[in-house]
């Protein structure tokens, strides 16, 4: 819906990055900064330029759209090192934070709203999709951005604070449940178990209470959106996706087929998919790059992952970068999204991945 109202939005956050780019560089130069990466960052940098040679290399046709996208991915790396230079990345952080604050409050006070007073008008097949193109999008927004940012601050925040994001958290998954996005639905389970997990002043038959509280509530959820797509069982477009990659990968098991491929996106004449719509980030991933870089990319990018938990899981104001990591882990378990790199998922979820690796401890506050 939303998207509709800027045809040239892609092009506008092309712009806008470029500027910022200029002006920190500028600032950088100006105050003498040394500007050199660490060892982490010079990995990250060359995994990404192995991505863009493995592109030309072997993907079927070159396309203008692609090119665009790798380019902007590639001034953004060049946002991120400037930010690291110029200011301290806990900083950087907590303002992505407190930004994240912001948004969440904004989007999910919009569309509770659009559901409460206008919900017909937003409805697709019986799935609510709000001011974005489509319900999971709206799902894997809510789950990813909204959900933890209001979990921490219902955690951690006090007063009006506190009761504001306690109230934001409820509309939130109720949000998630209208869109009856399904992988969103299993992320948000599985952050609410890790987080009942770690809670150490509770006890074991109060766990077990929370447990099988939690657990009936997604299972009566999980009933209510199971037949989405029009009496489909639950997880039958998912097996119709992985099909299609699996097939993609056996006919070029050690190449791939370029980042970003799109030739295997129709199963039969009735169920033809968006062509990024993949189903599953690491079958894409083999896709898009073969066994050979593939395999490399994802160690790589587990390696990223689990060392952004490890730091920001022992910090109180890290909590929210936990469960932004954990939630879409899980999330791109079932959908594709993280390598749109103009995707605002993309962007939050990389940043955040990105100013980790010049964090040296966990000690102190994130």
């Not at 209001?150 to 409820?170: E, K």
């Amino acid at each position: 819906m939303l998207e509709s109202f800027f045809p040239e939005i892609n092009t506008a956050k092309f712009l806008a990055l470029a500027l910022l780019v200029a002006m920190l560089l500028m600032y950088a130069l100006i105050r003498g900064r040394a500007l050199a990466p660490n060892w982490r960052e010079a990995v990250f940098l060359f995994a990404y330029v192995s991505i863009i040679a493995h592109y030309y290399a072997f993907s079927v046709k070159v396309d203008d759209e692609i090119e665009k996208m790798l380019l902007f991915g590639a001034m953004f790396i060049c946002l991120l090192f400037l930010i690291r230079n110029v200011c301290n990345c806990r900083v950087a952080l907590m303002f992505i934070k407190k930004v994240a604050l912001w948004f969440a409050l904004l989007f999910v006070g919009v569309n509770f709203a659009i559901l409460l007073v206008a919900y017909s008008a937003f409805v697709v097949e019986g799935n609510f999709m709000g001011v974005v193109a489509n319900s999971n999008r709206l799902g894997a927004y809510c789950t990813i951005i909204c959900f933890p940012i209001f979990l921490d601050y219902s955690h951690n925040a006090s007063g009006w604070r506190r009761r504001v994001c306690q109230l934001f958290l409820v509309l939130t998954i109720a949000i998630i449940l209208f869109s009856r996005s399904r992988a969103s639905l299993v992320a948000v389970l599985m952050a609410s178990l890790y987080l009942l997990y770690k809670k150490q002043n509770l006890s074991s038959l109060r766990k077990t209470a929370a447990v099988v509280t939690i657990l009936g509530l997604a299972w009566i959820a999980a009933f209510s959106i199971g037949e989405k797509y029009k009496g489909a069982e639950m997880f039958s477009t998912r097996e119709k996706l992985f099909s299609l990659r699996l097939d993609a990968i056996s006919q070029k098991p050690l190449s791939g087929w370029g980042f970003r491929s799109s030739e295997f996106s129709e199963y039969d004449d009735f169920h033809k998919f968006n062509p990024q719509e993949k189903g599953n980030t690491i079958l894409a991933m083999v896709e898009e790059f073969g066994f050979v870089l593939g395999s490399i990319l994802i160690f790589l990018l587990t390696a990223l992952w689990f060392r952004g938990l490890r730091l920001f899981g022992g910090t109180l104001a890290g909590e929210a970068f936990v469960l932004v990591l954990l939630t879409s882990c899980i999330h791109l378990m079932f959908e594709t999204w993280l390598f749109n790199l103009y995707g605002l998922l993309s962007i939050y979820v990389w940043s955040i991945l990105f100013l980790s690796l010049s964090l040296k401890s966990r000690k102190g506050k994130i």
